[in-house]
Nanobody, 123 residues
Framework: QVELVESGGGSVQAGGSLTLSCRAL????????MAWFRQAPGNGRIQVAT???????HYHPSAEGRFTLSKDNARNILSLQMNDLRPTDTAVYYC?????????????????WGQGIQVTVSS
């Protein structure tokens, strides 16, 4: 059973930076995608950044230019460097993993999820 272990997060002031990490354990898929989603109170879970099965990285427009996604393929660690954080980035962030192709932005296509980690940005 795949397990996703998240770390990082916390509280920062607007303009600050945080890094989230997610280690994927017991992955048996040959090819898979990993992503970060976030969910603010009262809202649905939205994709922040995804590294697809082909290695191409897709960002949500709100993350483009501020967030950088990277993956250590040898250790299956997904990292999200978040710079110039804004209060609107406040949410619980979830690491996700899936096999298959397409639908990178839809939470419903991801079979495996981390426990979630809080990011709070104050103005």
């Amino acid at each position: 059973q795949v397990e996703l272990v998240e770390s990082g997060g916390g509280s920062v002031q607007a303009g600050g930076s945080l890094t989230l990490s997610c280690r994927a354990l017991r992955v048996t898929y040959i090819n898979f995608a990993m992503a970060w989603f976030r969910q603010a109170p009262g809202n649905g879970r939205i994709q922040v950044a995804t590294i697809a099965t082909d290695g191409i990285i897709h960002y949500h427009p709100s993350a483009e230019g501020r967030f950088t996604l990277s993956k250590d393929n040898a250790r299956n660690i997904l990292s999200l460097q978040m710079n110039d954080l804004r209060p609107t980035d406040t949410a619980v962030y979830y690491c996700a993993l899936r096999s298959g192709w397409g639908g990178w932005f839809d939470a419903e296509h991801y079979a495996h999820w981390g426990q979630g980690i809080q990011v709070t940005v104050s103005s």
